[in-house]
């Protein structure tokens, strides 16, 4: 029986139009009403998930920032924390203007980049907030974000080379990874979703045997590698998928809904 369930947000709990369905929120009420701690493990700030925390009534820790910030919802306490040291993030922003992608810094629920482009045009449709404008970007690396972000909207090439420069020039000084399409994702090395959720559980005493992993993307990989199953979206990467135990429907076709009443609520 599973304690625990960690679902990622954007392409897992939230649908293509990054709604959440009335038949997932059923089934996350139905999962907690019987004592199964529900966990967003997203890349967003805490703040831009609250509205979905206080729909669902969540009182687990919630981990967000890719794992760089874990919450308490009930206290409004951080309970851990990992920020982008500043050499590093200095240097990945001075790779990106090279590389010519559009940079942005986010952390303490504010979110800075050094222009409004298509970039962000993008970046807004998953309902991340309106960035603010800093013509010098590494003015908001004090104090410390928890994440810096690298897009290249439909620029494939440029995408695919960025994000092999950028894990070739950090390594060692930030973890780079892709998440959403289009997403270079930078964090503290010791930050990820299957870091955080560690600590969740130690938080909780549960046992990784009793955790239920559900995503779609690269930065989820972590938390598969933790959880005692791993459940890959349809919708999601092929390589993603072979690194779950199974595939569940998309995240259009209530996915989420599917997998808890087949594995938890059954």
Same mark, same amino acid.
């Given at each position: 029986m599973f304690k625990l369930v960690a679902l990622d947000v954007d392409g897992t709990l939230l649908n293509s139009h990054h709604e959440l369905t009335p038949a997932v929120a059923q089934a996350i009420r139905e999962a907690q009403a019987l004592g199964i701690h529900i966990v967003l493990a997203t890349g967003k700030q805490y703040s831009a998930i609250m509205p979905l925390i206080e729909q669902l009534e969540l009182t687990a820790p919630q981990i967000t920032s890719h794992g760089a910030l874990v919450t308490d919802p009930v206290q409004n306490v951080m309970l851990h924390q990992?920020?982008? %040291?500043?050499? %590093?993030?200095?240097? !990945?922003?001075?790779?990106? !203007?090279?590389?010519?992608?559009?940079?942005?810094i986010a952390g303490h629920g504010k979110t800075f980049a050094a222009a409004h482009n298509a970039d962000i045009d993008y970046m807004l449709t998953y309902g991340d907030p309106v960035p603010q404008i800093l013509s010098d970007l /590494? #003015? !908001? #690396?004090? %104090?410390? %974000? /928890?994440? &810096?972000?690298?897009?290249?909207?439909?620029?494939?090439?440029?995408?695919?080379?960025?994000?092999?420069?950028?894990?070739?020039? &950090?390594d060692g000084q930030l973890s780079v990874?892709?998440?959403?399409?289009?997403?270079?994702?930078f964090l503290h090395p010791q930050a990820s979703k299957g870091l955080a959720l560690a600590a969740v559980c130690g938080q909780l005493d549960i046992d990784r045997e009793y955790v239920l992993a559900v995503g779609d993307s690269f930065n989820d990989l972590s938390m598969f590698e933790f959880a005692g199953? !791993?459940?890959?979206?349809?919708?999601?990467?092929?390589?993603?998928?072979?690194?779950?135990?199974?595939?569940a429907p998309s995240n259009n076709d209530d996915g989420v809904a599917h997998m808890l009443r087949q594995f938890v609520l059954g």
């Open positions: 990992q920020c982008i %040291p500043l050499e %590093p993030g200095r240097k !990945a922003i001075a790779l990106g !203007a090279e590389l010519g992608v559009t940079m942005v /590494t #003015l !908001a #690396l004090e %104090p410390a %974000p /928890t994440h &810096l972000m690298a897009l290249a909207y439909k620029r494939d090439a440029l995408y695919a080379e960025a994000y092999q420069r950028f894990k070739t020039e &950090l990874s892709l998440s959403s399409p289009y997403y270079v994702e199953m !791993a459940v890959a979206m349809d919708n999601a990467h092929s390589d993603v998928k072979k690194h779950a135990n199974i595939v």
